[in-house]
């Protein structure tokens, strides 16, 4: 019988192994042949809308990001090896990623900047498109905080049927009000578009958007960001979304 323990500690050894031989070529080769660099976005976010996207990416206490080195890849590769199925159920399994993540967020939210950046160049999937991807990704790890991260998802990413960009056009397809305006059981709504608007579109799937944007409440509250009030406050509310009916696209 194969010993998990074993095989465990050999995954870990390789994804050590692998960042501190891989993370240095990508960083230099994927700098040289990227397009460009992304621009933070200068636009205001509400707190509650940080608060909300970063408790969407699985982060924990106040908004941060660490660099990406090989020992924050050894700890992502084995995070996902450590938190498999030994034991429990399947949402336990989640709980033991979730919390053996916490500390990636931020690097997920530079990898998901990333992806939106590179979508905005004419550098089609290829070698070339992989590289530069991952270099922008590590390069946004070293230089920019965590508030800069939030602020850019916040304003490019896409929410929503009609994929609505960014947090102020969303806050009036979804709820006719500005981001300003928005409560935080309607920021953890869109929270849950990112970084895919059509698996929990609150029109074509109300349950698993609301179930998705209450596990966001929950995290919202272990950060500190609600308290017990309002926490209770924003999972009883509905998800007050403007009528419409659920449109393919």
């Known amino acids: ?17 692998g960042g501190a031989l891989f993370l240095p070529a990508l960083y230099t080769l994927g700098k040289w042949v990227a397009p460009g660099t992304p621009v933070a976005t200068t636009a205001h976010v509400p707190a509650v809308v940080r608060s909300a996207i970063w408790a969407r990416a699985g982060g924990a206490g106040e908004p941060h990001v660490d660099p990406l080195t090989p020992w924050s890849f050894f700890a992502f590769v084995t995070c996902n090896v450590a938190a498999g ?21 931020g690097i997920l939210m530079a990898g998901q900047v990333s992806r939106l950046y590179m979508a905005t160049t004419n550098v089609s999937p290829s070698p070339r498109w992989a590289l530069s991807q991952g270099a922008t990704m590590a ?11 939030l602020d850019t998802l916040a304003a490019t990413s896409a929410f929503g049927r009609n994929k609505w960009r960014g947090i102020d056009q969303a806050s009036q397809a979804f709820f006719d009000k500005t981001a300003e305006q928005l409560t935080a059981a309607e920021a953890a709504l869109l929270s849950v578009q ?4 059509a698996v ?36 009883n509310a509905p998800l007050g979304v403007v009528a419409g009916n659920c449109v393919s696209r």
Do not use: Y
Request: aromatic letters at 4%; hydrophobic letters at 35%.
């Open 1 to 17: 019988m194969v010993d998990r323990r074993n095989v465990f500690l050999t995954l870990a050894a390789l994804g050590m192994a």
């Open 85 to 105: 199925p030994l034991s429990g159920s399947r949402d336990e399994e989640r709980m033991r990623r979730e919390r053996c993540l916490e500390d990636q967020a």
């Open 139 to 149: 390069r946004l790890t070293r230089e920019w905080d965590a508030d800069k991260l």
């Open 194 to 197: 990112i970084p895919d608007p």
């Open 200 to 235: 929990l579109d609150p029109w074509c799937h109300p349950d698993r958007a609301r179930s998705e944007r209450d596990e966001v409440l929950a995290k919202m509250k272990r950060n500190s960001a609600l308290d017990t009030d309002s926490f209770e406050s924003a999972v």
